[in-house]
């Protein structure tokens, strides 16, 4: 009997260490504004539909979130929102242009360390890692909707609202070598329709639901 129980305790403690070792995932919609700072370069032509300057395409954005904890300090995020823009008519020799929409989509991944002296009671996360940010809507459809691969930076802060839910914000930094290349009728122009080193900033809150 009693190498019954023993055989039963040592299966018991077996099959719980690697369930309390399991990571906790945090899944929830985020909404927040979208930034893009600096300018771009120089080009040897400007398209009106295009905007003047990257600050045109500010807006607010919507998307999701899903952070995986792993142990007391570490964790990992991936990132998927798009903000949308509306860029102003522009008079030109034939006449005034309509105004064009803009959207930026923005999807990131990042490695976190949580830096909060209380775990147990709220989190504070910093992060880095690789982001992928797509330029479309009707201004970059022409132009072939650019991708770039980017640098992502993030500091983030969740605290409990219950047993499941936690409120979330954040804020993320996204640095990348910005390039919408001639097209073809254009291609006798040297340099790009627009070109530059960006870094654009997104600010948001959430919330985050743990489904187990």
Same mark, same amino acid.
């Given at each position: ?16 260490? +690697?369930? @309390? *070792?399991? /990571? #906790?995932?945090?899944?929830? %919609? ?6 893009? &700072? ?49 860029? +102003?008519? @522009? *008079?030109? /020799? #034939?006449?005034?242009?309509? %105004? ?6 923005? &999807? ?38 650019p991708v770039s691969l980017a640098g992502a930076l993030g500091a983030a802060a969740d605290v409990p609202l219950g047993a499941r839910v936690r409120a979330a914000a954040g804020v993320d930094a996204l640095l990348y070598a910005f390039d919408v290349a001639m097209p073809p009728a254009l291609r006798g122009n ?23």
């Open positions: 009997m009693s190498s019954r129980l023993s055989s039963l305790l040592s299966c018991s403690i077996l099959l719980a260490a +690697p369930l @309390a *070792a399991q /990571p #906790a995932v945090d899944l929830g %919609p985020l909404v927040g504004y979208y930034r893009p &700072l600096g300018h771009f370069d120089p080009a040897s032509v400007y398209v009106t539909s295009l905007p003047g300057s990257p600050s045109a395409l500010s807006g607010v954005a919507w998307g999701g979130a899903a952070r995986v904890a792993l142990g007391r300090r570490f964790g990992a995020e991936g990132q998927l929102s798009v903000a949308g823009s509306t860029l +102003p008519s @522009a *008079a030109t /020799p #034939a006449g005034e242009t309509p %105004p064009t929409s803009a959207r930026v989509l923005v &999807l990131t991944a990042q490695a976190q360390y949580d830096v909060s002296p209380a775990p147990q009671r709220f989190r504070l996360w910093v992060g880095a890692g690789p982001g992928l940010v797509r330029h479309g809507g009707d201004a970059y459809a022409p132009y072939g909707t040297p340099g790009s329709l627009q070109h530059g080193f960006r870094h654009d900033a997104l600010v948001h809150v959430g919330l985050r639901w743990r489904p187990w």
